[in-house]
């Protein structure tokens, strides 16, 4: 089958690998993308998988905190332009203090809570929309109650995180938050890594070592050795702690006496595809000329 110039640009920004390598682990595996990712792996040529969601909707994430309370309000605009406006802006604000204050625990029920101004959340937001010319959306709440500490982060209105540890981390809490809003690892620690992805990891360290003519003895250590590294990898206690790499932040919570029981992360848009567009043209069809 005819391998495209968008198929090896894909695997190339999601694997890593060179330009003739994507094309090469794109032709063994008819073109299947995801199957081309292992088998670069298996080769050695590839880390984990670098995809990430484009994001399509803009917006801002707003984070609020009362004692083991918390919550995370994500608001989307169309653009950029309006996600920085101050009556935007605003909005965002008072549906992240109204979450908190009544205790909703869905975007529906959120919609429906009254502001102080005696309108509903749903209410504000439709006015909004008329001001702002754009669909505003309340796309996402997450709500915790949390048997310990709750710090939290906000990163350029961006990325929100929570982070939840068995006492007050003071300021190392909101260093682990802001780690999470960097790294996004995908679990806690390695217990919480599923089996079926465990085992996938196995295999892939076997294939990388299998042909190197050492004793099994040797070879079990080996695999063992980068399976370890992998999954501390992909686990928040195990990675390099961004405030200082020396140690990992699971160093830098036990020396603070504090154990992380769980995190939260939320990013403006991720999971939605956006539609990109010419700004000529698009300019051109708004105003009738094309």
């Given at each position: 089958?005819?391998?495209?110039?968008?198929?090896?640009?894909?695997?190339?920004?999601?694997?890593g690998?060179?330009?003739?390598?994507?094309?090469?682990?794109?032709?063994?595996?008819?073109?299947?993308?995801?199957?081309?990712?292992?088998?670069?792996?298996?080769?050695?040529?590839?880390?984990?998988?670098k995809?990430?969601?484009?994001?399509?909707?803009?917006?801002?994430?707003?984070?609020?905190?009362?004692?083991?309370?918390?919550?995370?309000?994500?608001?989307?605009?169309?653009?950029?332009?309006?996600a920085?406006?101050?009556n935007?802006?605003?909005f965002v604000?008072?549906?992240?203090?109204?979450?908190?204050?009544?205790?909703?625990?869905?975007v529906?029920?959120?919609?429906?809570?009254?502001?102080p101004?005696g309108?509903?959340?749903?209410?504000?937001?439709?006015?909004?929309?008329a001001?702002?010319?754009?669909?505003?959306?309340?796309?996402?709440?997450?709500?915790?109650?949390?048997?310990?500490?709750?710090?939290?982060?906000?990163?350029g209105?961006r990325?929100?995180?929570?982070?939840?540890?068995?006492?007050?981390?003071?300021?190392?809490?909101?260093?682990?938050?802001?780690?999470v809003?960097?790294?996004?690892?995908?679990?806690?620690?390695?217990?919480?890594?599923?089996?079926?992805?465990v085992a996938?990891?196995?295999?892939?360290?076997?294939?990388?070592?299998?042909?190197?003519g050492?004793?099994?003895?040797?070879?079990?250590?080996?695999?063992?050795?980068?399976l370890?590294?992998?999954?501390?990898?992909?686990?928040?206690?195990?990675?390099p702690?961004?405030?200082?790499?020396?140690?990992?932040?699971?160093?830098?919570?036990?020396?603070?006496?504090?154990?992380?029981?769980?995190?939260?992360?939320?990013?403006?848009g991720?999971?939605?595809?956006?539609?990109i567009?010419?700004?000529?043209?698009?300019?051109?069809?708004?105003?009738?000329?094309?």
């Amino acid at each position: 089958m005819e391998i495209t110039a968008s198929q090896v640009k894909e695997l190339r920004e999601r694997s890593g690998a060179g330009m003739m390598e994507c094309k090469k682990a794109l032709t063994e595996n008819a073109g299947n993308v995801d199957a081309a990712i292992e088998w670069l792996r298996k080769q050695g040529l590839a880390k984990a998988d670098k995809k990430a969601s484009r994001v399509a909707a803009e917006g801002r994430v707003v984070a609020r905190i009362d004692g083991p309370r918390a919550v995370l309000v994500e608001v989307n605009s169309e653009t950029d332009f309006v996600a920085k406006d101050d009556n935007f802006i605003a909005f965002v604000e008072s549906a992240g203090d109204v979450a908190l204050a009544s205790g909703v625990g869905t975007v529906e029920a959120l919609l429906g809570a009254k502001l102080p101004n005696g309108q509903t959340v749903d209410e504000a937001r439709q006015a909004l929309v008329a001001k702002c010319g754009e669909n505003i959306q309340v796309r996402r709440l997450l709500a915790i109650t949390s048997a310990g500490h709750v710090a939290s982060y906000v990163h350029g209105g961006r990325i929100g995180v929570l982070v939840e540890t068995t006492s007050d981390a003071g300021e190392l809490g909101r260093g682990i938050a802001m780690h999470v809003a960097a790294m996004n690892p995908p679990y806690l620690s390695a217990d919480d890594v599923p089996a079926e992805i465990v085992a996938s990891e196995k295999d892939i360290a076997l294939a990388q070592v299998k042909d190197l003519g050492k004793p099994a003895e040797v070879l079990e250590k080996m695999i063992s050795g980068k399976l370890r590294k992998t999954l501390s990898e992909m686990c928040l206690l195990g990675q390099p702690y961004v405030v200082d790499p020396n140690q990992t932040v699971e160093d830098a919570s036990k020396k603070a006496g504090v154990k992380i029981l769980a995190f939260h992360r939320l990013a403006v848009g991720e999971g939605i595809q956006k539609k990109i567009e010419n700004f000529a043209d698009e300019v051109m069809k708004q105003a009738g000329l094309a």
